[in-house]
């Protein structure tokens, strides 16, 4: 058995009867491994490194959830373990190598090991997403799926303090960015550093895109939102903005 008695469970929700329209989801926020995985053979100060999660981006979720009172769900454990945004299918979900660390708890994982890590992080972590969001479907509701990424990658600096990831449907997006250029100071991406795709991305392809509901996902530069203080800033800036991209967004679908 891959979790324990303690081992934490492989979500938490926050505000499961709030009444924003938004309803957040935080796929990398957690860096815990199970206790039966011995660390993945991965050094402490490796495991602190955005290899294994997305700075800041829990604090970030949790202080947005209740400014903009919005149920939010975030994923416990590390994507090391299995990246609960990539299908289970693909080599990425569990990644033998991480940008340049290696992995050797996930070298030659067998197709048991590898179910095992399905059954017991992802199927609960999106099960509990898709019950959440199956009773909302008389409410009106935007997925925003929340990320983090770092200030470089593979030496590459990256100047860009926030991006805005869309796929097919562009609306929201759109109207966000429009927003925080108006955002004194900010560095924006316009699906950058990634873009948002079905070969890339698992969450909001399936949470958002196939329910036909509105989404977007927001990543944001993980120094600026390594401390409370950073934390507090985005999230206010964002609730700011959320609130009134989805207010802008009601008079288009109205159209």
């Known amino acids: 058995m891959l979790l324990t008695a303690n081992d934490p469970a492989p979500f938490r929700v926050l505000r499961e009867t709030?009444?924003?329209?938004?309803?957040?989801?935080?796929?990398?926020?957690?860096?815990?491994?199970p206790a039966t995985?011995?660390?993945?053979?991965?050094?402490e100060a490796e495991r602190q490194r955005h290899i294994a999660w997305d700075i800041g981006i829990a604090g970030v979720t949790e202080l947005l959830s209740e400014r903009l009172d919005a149920t939010a769900v975030l994923q416990t454990y590390s994507r090391l373990v299995?990246?609960?945004?990539?299908?289970?299918?693909?080599?990425?979900?569990?990644?033998?190598i991480s940008e340049h660390t290696p992995i050797p708890g996930n070298v030659n994982l067998s197709a048991e090991a590898k179910a095992g890590r399905v059954a017991a992080i992802f199927t609960p972590y999106h099960d509990r997403i898709r019950t959440l969001l199956d009773h909302r479907q008389n409410r009106r509701t935007i997925v925003v799926?929340?990320?983090?990424?770092?200030?470089?990658?593979?030496?590459?600096?990256?100047?860009?303090?926030?991006g805005i990831l869309h796929d097919t449907d562009k609306r929201l997006a759109h109207i966000l960015?429009?927003?925080?250029r108006q955002e004194?100071?900010?560095?924006?991406?316009?699906?950058?550093?990634?873009?948002?795709?079905?070969?890339s991305d698992y969450s909001l392809p399936t949470?958002?895109?196939?329910?036909?509901?509105h989404h977007v996902e927001i990543e944001i530069?993980?120094?600026?939102?390594?401390?409370?203080?950073?934390?507090?800033?985005?999230?206010?800036?964002?609730?700011?903005v959320l609130n009134r991209a989805n207010d802008i967004l009601k008079t288009t679908d109205k159209v």
Not at 18 to 33: N, Y
Not at 37 to 43: E, F, I, W
């Open 37 to 43: 995985l011995n660390d993945l053979g991965v050094s």
């Open 207 to 213: 949470h958002g895109s196939k329910r036909g509901l």
């Open 145 to 162: 799926a929340m990320h983090s990424f770092t200030p470089s990658f593979k030496g590459e600096s990256r100047a860009m303090q926030v």
């Open 184 to 199: 004194e100071g900010v560095v924006l991406g316009d699906n950058e550093p990634y873009a948002l795709a079905d070969d």
């Open 221 to 240: 530069r993980q120094d600026l939102i390594a401390t409370l203080g950073g934390q507090q800033a985005w999230a206010d800036r964002f609730a700011r």
């Open 18 to 33: 709030a009444t924003s329209d938004l309803f957040l989801t935080a796929d990398h926020a957690g860096r815990v491994i």
């Open 82 to 96: 299995i990246d609960c945004n990539r299908d289970p299918s693909w080599p990425s979900a569990m990644p033998e």
């Open 177 to 180: 960015l429009d927003l925080l």
